[in-house]
């Protein structure tokens, strides 16, 4: 299974060309960006969107706080299992990278000697912005932006096929849609022992957060705002 675009009139290589081809044609600061972005950036951004979102909802969490915070905390949780179960995914299609079995393309990242589908980078980011947004809409619709960006990133680069990131979206969607009711039964009652802990109680309520129903952040609940309503159940 290790050809799985080998021709070059696929349509899979022929956007990889497309594609990467920008980045031949663009000034050599913004490849150094892109490489910067794409290899590390959004992945710190993501991380980024989870504390803020984090921060917001601690302060306006009402009386479940702690299955808000438990939606939050599945999202980075749900990114590393999808990774995980990438790993005989990947031994077992065992696609080379782009650049060894097509020439001319500009290779932004030098090293990569592993397999290529799917993408780490794409699984990590989808399964994070799938997460947050079943967590709350408004961070979770930036979040899938960073994840669609971040597939763009690496075939920019040269490192990965489009199906590549498209098989690291489906993958990440899949582990944080299906495994979430599993986590939030597992999660929201560690969130709550925590909640009633004089010392760490802070990180899942902030002091003189808003009581529930009053612009409170409720899984499950119709939300005042519709950007900021939620679907964790």
């Known amino acids: 299974m290790a050809g799985?675009?080998?021709?070059?009139?696929?349509?899979?290589?022929d956007l990889l060309y497309d594609i990467n081809g920008l980045a031949k044609d663009a000034p050599h600061w913004f490849d150094r960006g892109m490489e910067f972005v794409g290899?590390?950036?959004?992945?710190?951004?993501?991380?980024?969107?989870?504390?803020w979102c984090w921060w917001t909802v601690r302060r306006r969490a009402g009386d479940n706080a702690a299955s808000s915070v438990a939606a939050l905390v599945w999202a980075p949780l749900?990114?590393?299992?999808?990774?995980?179960?990438?790993v005989?995914?990947?031994?077992?299609?065992?696609?080379?990278?782009?650049?060894?079995?097509?020439?001319?393309l500009d290779v932004l990242v030098s090293g990569k000697t592993d397999f290529s589908f799917v993408s780490d980078h794409a699984t990590l980011t989808m399964a994070m912005g799938v997460g947050l947004f079943v967590a709350n809409r408004r961070f979770g619709l930036i979040g899938l932006g960073v994840a669609l960006l971040e597939g763009f990133c690496r075939v920019y680069m040269g490192v990965h096929y489009p199906t590549d990131v498209i098989g690291g979206f489906a993958l990440g969607t899949a582990v944080a849609l299906l495994l979430s009711p599993l986590a939030m039964a597992l999660l929201t009652p560690v969130m709550k022992a925590v909640e009633g802990?004089?010392?760490v109680g802070w990180l899942i309520r902030a002091r003189g957060a808003a009581p529930a129903g009053q612009d409170a952040f409720i899984p499950g609940a119709r939300a005042e705002r519709p950007e900021e309503s939620d679907l964790a159940a």
């Open 4 to 13: 799985l675009a080998d021709s070059g009139s696929n349509p899979d290589v």
């Open 88 to 104: 005989p995914i990947r031994g077992f299609v065992e696609r080379p990278r782009p650049f060894v079995d097509h020439e001319g």
């Open 197 to 199: 802990s004089p010392r």
């Open 78 to 86: 749900a990114a590393g299992i999808a990774v995980l179960v990438n």
């Open 39 to 51: 290899e590390y950036g959004l992945l710190f951004v993501m991380v980024l969107l989870v504390v």
